[in-house]
């Protein structure tokens, strides 16, 4: 280890609100300075204190803030988004079967320590590093967070939906490399959406071409609303939608309603909220946040049931706006091999992996030697499968 490293002083927070905005900002979005865009809110000191503050995290909620802040002579120079977990709820990244292995011999897999933005399976930076501290940064806060969970007797600590870059430097510095696969749209320079569908099959470019008539043919219309074209009622409406689908899916929605309160403050100029209204009524919508060079797709509700309105409202929705304001991606969350006949192609994803007992670290080491196989499978699989027209084939 350098001097200067030495030097490097490592707190563990339990709030946002003793960490000023700017500090905060400086590693977590260096790109925000010029006024523009982060790459993506999710590390933000605004959307995880929205977070914080609705009580969406903290106590009684399985995930307990314990932010890593790395210091050098006094100076912020990293920080991470850090929580000690009593689950495995809200990752996206399963390790379900990790916690039952354990526990079946004898161990307590709980409480575990995670690098991660709560219930947000999108990819971004996870170690925030200044910029010029990178190496040191990142070094810091990954001894940091193995020193915590070691001193603790915490079982693993894991960084998930972490960058490519970040993976292989983990990697070089023992941590457990995963690999995992999503559903991303990429934007090849198209003009509008006719020129994407022309890159599609025929079959593929008439079928969305249906299904979006099918859609807009609800009864009523779908609006995208961003910035202070959202209204505090929409959030009324929007509320419901999200407890309807998290009830489904989870059991209890993830996020308070005081969230949606403040995100609407705080937040309103990070998100695209799609609606669709018929007979003066909002019946279904679709939360998507913006970044600087994509689109994340969040959640989505219905009061309504009508035919082909998720996949407009979630998916085709979100491929206009990334055309029309030039982002390059949509990211469209977790799961779904649905997306992929939508232009969604699958991409990997990346986490990375520590585990105290040496030989629950070898068994999990095999595990994702053998699960990285499978996963470039499956991918290399789903691609041949995709929408896209074939050279040679004939436009319609």
Same mark, same amino acid.
């Given at each position: ?190 003009? *509008? @959406?006719?020129? /994407?569908?022309?890159?599609?099959? %025929? #079959? =593929? ?6 299904? $979006? +008539? ?22 009324? *409406? @929007?509320?419901? /939608?999200?407890?309807?689908?998290? %009830? #489904? =899916? ?6 308070? $309603? +005081? ?33 600087? #060079? ?103």
């Amino acid at each position: 280890m350098s001097q200067s490293e030495t030097a490097i002083e490592i707190q563990v927070l339990p709030s946002l609100a003793v960490i000023p905005a700017a500090e905060w900002d400086a590693c977590a979005c260096p790109e925000a300075a010029d006024g523009f865009r982060p790459l993506d809110p999710f590390t933000t000191h605004r959307f995880l204190t929205a977070l914080e503050d609705s009580g969406s995290v903290g106590p009684g909620t399985g995930w307990q803030p314990s932010y890593l802040v790395a210091r050098l002579d006094g100076e912020m120079i990293a920080c991470a988004p850090l929580y000690a977990k009593q689950h495995s709820q809200g990752e996206y990244i399963f390790d379900h079967s990790w916690a039952q292995a354990y526990e079946n011999a004898g161990g307590d897999y709980y409480p575990k320590l995670q690098i991660a933005v709560p219930f947000t399976p999108a990819t971004g930076r996870r170690f925030l590093v200044r910029p010029g501290f990178e190496q040191i940064g990142m070094g810091a806060l990954v001894q940091g967070a193995v020193k915590l969970a070691a001193d603790n007797g915490v079982s693993t600590l894991h960084a998930t939906f972490c960058t490519a870059d970040e993976a292989a430097a983990g990697r070089q510095m023992g941590l457990m490399h995963r690999i995992s696969q999503q559903f991303h749209w990429e934007n090849a320079g198209y003009e *509008d @959406f006719d020129g /994407f569908l022309a890159a599609l099959s %025929s #079959r =593929k470019r008439k079928n969305i071409r249906k299904e $979006r +008539a099918t859609a807009q043919g609800f009864g009523g219309h779908i609006r995208a609303l961003t910035g202070d074209e959202i209204e505090p009622h929409h959030w009324d *409406d @929007f509320w419901v /939608f999200y407890q309807d689908t998290g %009830s #489904r =899916k989870w059991g209890r929605p993830y996020l308070t $309603r +005081a969230f949606f309160e403040i995100a609407h403050e705080t937040l309103r100029d990070d998100i695209l909220l799609v609606l669709a209204e018929r007979e003066g009524f909002n019946v279904a919508g679709a939360l998507n946040f913006i970044g600087r #060079r994509a689109l994340y797709g969040r959640y989505w509700g219905a009061l309504e049931r009508h035919p082909c309105l998720h996949f407009e409202a979630c998916y085709y929705q979100a491929i206009d706006y990334a055309i029309a304001h030039g982002l390059e991606t949509v990211e469209a969350g977790a799961q779904g091999e649905h997306k992929l006949a939508r232009g969604y192609l699958p991409v990997t994803t990346h986490s990375l992996h520590w585990a105290a007992d040496p030989g629950f670290a070898r068994a999990i080491a095999e595990f994702l030697k053998a699960e990285a196989r499978a996963v470039d499978e499956e991918i290399e699989i789903l691609t041949s499968y995709g929408p896209f027209r074939r050279t040679g084939e004939d436009h319609d």
